[in-house]
């Protein structure tokens, strides 16, 4: 069975960013009109093909009106995945 790409915390992530986006009901172009960025980038980021740096993660916050220390707690409620080999 192939290891997955992601990490749980990074589904997190993605699913809570889709999510708000829905409950905001932004079509992703419209979510990337307010990242200054083209609509290819929110669907890659949606489907996994695309991970974003914590400057990006900000600019998803500010655009979906989300306090980014509520996105953080939600992703750190989930388990950090174990394959990786890490210790701690």
Request: glycine share 6%; aromatic share 4%.
């Amino acid at each position: 069975m192939p290891r997955t790409r992601w990490s749980p915390r990074s589904t997190k992530l993605r699913e809570l960013l889709r999510d708000r986006r829905l409950a905001l009901g932004l079509l992703q172009g419209e979510l990337a009109e307010r990242l200054g960025q083209p609509q290819s980038f929110v669907s890659k980021v949606e489907q996994g093909e695309r991970r974003l740096d914590l400057e990006e993660v900000l600019d998803y916050a500010a655009a979906l009106k989300l306090d980014p220390h509520e996105i953080v707690a939600a992703v750190l409620k989930v388990p950090a995945s174990r394959q990786s080999g890490r210790k701690g």
